[in-house]
């Protein structure tokens, strides 16, 4: 968090870094306290705006949530470019992106936050789900040319969130320093199989 | 829980009930407030005992954490029995003893609690990553006839700790009300190949 803000008296509503400063500390506040944790009021006070300021911008501590989940999430949805991807190679494609998005430092800070606060809240969980429908599945759905698109989707959803938990979150060894070319190149196989592969059949070992 | 116990006065402390009450109280507490929001005092109030019982039983927080964690992932530590699968049947049995354990009632309202807390406490989290090494990647590791052993058993712990989130936190459809044997035939294989395949190949289409 930036702490060199000085006094927020003469700071318009519009004014460029404030709606910024407002995300940093809610960040920070849904990260250290969870979801019921937080306040409007300790978010304002810890990114030194009026209280009044973070309902302008963001209405209520649902909104300010999603737009923490919206902006550090941004990149996850670049993800969906990976549907330009040939059929053979849309695992490979799918593995990297989502490293590349999670590798963003903003992606990475925000989306500990949201993932926490979901962890802890079924209102930011519903928001979550709904989040990962939207920017992931509905892509990865459609993309899909196998029957059964949605459970080809989701089962890469629950891959790549576990992925996430043990990598970002919980940073268990050896997936947590593992070179990420190296993580894609052998997650890759098992998001292929789900993609376009004959579900329930064995794949080659 | 249990809301007929009565005046805790009689009770002393080896009476059959008391520790298990005071480990719902926990759990509810660990789920609703998570690890930092949990306190002694309130779970002695909700569970109807002295404080003093509580330290008498688990002595601190972090002690009855593990007590939740241990009770409720007790089940998990069937898993072990896997690895008396023959090599080609390893990841069906993986992941049917890991869904068998997870749908005891007792496990899943416990390891939900646990999840959650871990989600939010650095603390909580070690405990979680220790057990976890304990009772899944260990037996997992030593039962790997391939090379990079460790990777293998993190890789399967990391798809089977989305597997939980998508099914069982989140309960993200298709896959949250998706019969288990079918789920099993599903996720099996992409396990046979993490535990058994050459790793960054591609598996059979």
Not at 133 to 148: C, I, K, M, S, Y
Not at 163 to 188: Q, W
């Amino acid at each position: 968090m930036t702490k060199t803000r000085k006094s927020t008296a003469g700071r318009r509503p519009g004014e460029s870094g404030t709606r910024e400063a407002i995300l940093e500390a809610a960040t920070d506040a849904f990260l250290d306290r969870g979801y019921d944790g937080a306040t409007m009021r300790g978010i304002a006070r810890a990114a030194e705006v009026d209280p009044a300021l973070v309902v302008h911008f963001f209405g209520s501590k649902d909104g300010l949530f999603k737009a923490v989940l919206e902006t550090g999430a941004n990149p996850l949805r670049q993800i969906a470019k990976f549907v330009d991807a040939p059929d053979d190679e849309l695992g490979a494609r799918l593995i990297r992106h989502y490293l590349d998005a999670w590798e963003s430092p903003e992606t990475s800070a925000r989306m500990s936050a949201v993932l926490r606060a979901a962890a802890t809240s079924e209102a930011a969980a519903e928001v979550l789900k709904s989040f990962v429908t939207d920017a992931l599945l509905t892509p990865l759905t459609g993309r899909v040319n196998a029957g059964e698109a949605p459970l080809r989707a989701s089962l890469c959803g629950a891959h790549l969130a576990g992925i996430s938990l043990t990598r970002y979150i919980l940073k268990t060894e050896p997936i947590a320093s593992l070179d990420a070319e190296r993580l894609a190149a052998v997650v890759g196989p098992c998001l292929q199989h789900y993609l376009a592969g004959e579900l329930g059949a064995g794949p080659a070992t």
